[in-house]
T-cell receptor, first 108, second 113 residues
Framework: LAKTTQPISMDSYEGQEVNITCSHNNIATNDYITWYQQFPSQGPRFIIQGYKTKVTNEVASLFIPADRKSSTLSLPRVSLSDTAVYYCLVGLFNKFYFGSGTKLNVKP | KAGVTQTPRYLIKTRGQQVTLSCSPISGHRSVSWYQQTPGQGLQFLFEYFSETQRNKGNFPGRFSGRQFSNSRSEMNVSTLELGDSALYLC????????????FGSGTRLTVV
């Protein structure tokens, strides 16, 4: 099994940068690490995906160290609408494992 | 363009019955994966289909099965339903297999009574 660990919850204020880390000590060497956002009553929504080092898109950055045993999702200048649950997804032996999710609460 | 469509949105079944859930992927996406989401176990991988073939399978009993049609639409079947099968079942499509960046549907909420 690929064990993934995320903080259960995090609080932040509008305008701050938020970093959420997922530990995954046993994942496929050739598979992506992907992060998703989920709002209540909706399916998860793709945020960002990377294999190693740093990836940035219009909404987030993803930092992956060389050993790939963790990954950090960075959300710059969060707003109230970023209040959601964030999941990492990794693969191992052709099975895919979501983290338990981090509930981010953004306060005004 | 249309997203991933799952039907029905809600379903109530009795223990022992069977159920079939449907998923229409994004046009052009050939891979369809299914996940079960529960408060206790979180998001768990059920299986993945690509070009009508099951490519990968999670750790669920044989009561859970699926198939994919030539138009990439997929169905998931659960036989002999148990109370513990109550969950949100999510379908996700992607261009290729593996962890390739899914687009998820809104899910089917199954309640077993």
């Amino acid at each position: 099994l690929a064990k993934t660990t995320q903080p259960i919850s995090m609080d932040s204020y509008e305008g701050q940068e938020v970093n959420i880390t997922c530990s995954h000590n046993n994942i496929a060497t050739n598979d992506y690490i992907t992060w998703y956002q989920q709002f209540p009553s909706q399916g998860p929504r793709f945020i960002i995906q990377g294999y190693k080092t740093k990836v940035t898109n219009e909404v987030a950055s993803l930092f992956i160290p060389a050993d790939r045993k963790s990954s950090t999702l960075s959300l710059p200048r969060v707003s109230l609408s970023d209040t959601a649950v964030y999941y990492c997804l990794v693969g191992l032996f052709n099975k895919f494992y979501f983290g338990s999710g981090t509930k981010l609460n953004v306060k005004p | 363009k249309a997203g991933v469509t799952q039907t029905p949105r809600y379903l109530i079944k009795t223990r022992g019955q069977q159920v079939t859930l449907s998923c229409s992927p994004i046009s052009g996406h050939r891979s369809v994966s299914w996940y079960q989401q529960t408060p206790g176990q979180g998001l768990q991988f059920l299986f993945e289909y690509f070009s009508e073939t099951q490519r990968n399978k999670g750790n669920f009993p044989g009561r859970f099965s699926g198939r994919q049609f030539s138009n990439s639409r997929s169905e998931m079947n659960v036989s002999t339903l148990e109370l513990g099968d109550s969950a949100l079942y999510l379908c996700a499509s992607s261009l290729s297999t593996g962890n390739d960046g899914y687009t998820f549907g809104s899910g089917t909420r199954l309640t077993v009574v």
